[in-house]
């Protein structure tokens, strides 16, 4: 993945471990899917128990790896939702920690 947009310029990962989340929608997605379909195959016998178990492993070996680019962006979308970039972020002012020497000197 490219560290940041080539056409406006935007940073993806904000910080080390950003994309954890990512993880968490990838595994979610594959669980949600195994839980629904698995059953209804199971009880609607269209498909041997051992033959439904084997394809159910494929699935959940191959689809997280596929849809790791879009969990990366379901991610990405997502904390942009939640958490804009200001359109000057590199031009920011780092944030004053609460506990400065001027605070302490400050207080009783």
């Given amino acids: ?39 209804i195959l199971v009880y609607r016998a269209a498909i041997t128990p051992r033959a439904l178990l084997i394809s159910a492993t494929i699935f959940m070996i191959v689809f997280p790896i596929w849809f790791f680019r879009y969990a990366r962006a379901l991610w990405c979308g997502f904390d942009e939702w939640v958490d804009p970039v200001p359109d000057d972020a590199s031009k920011a002012a780092p944030p004053v920690a609460a506990d400065s020497e001027q605070d302490q000197q400050q207080s009783p």
Avoid at 9 to 14: A, I, L, S, Y
């Fill in 1 to 39: 993945m490219h560290p940041s947009c080539s056409h406006c310029g935007h940073v993806f990962e904000r910080e080390p471990g950003f994309f954890l989340g990512s993880v968490y929608i990838n595994y979610g997605l594959t669980a949600l899917v195994i839980c629904v379909v698995y059953p």
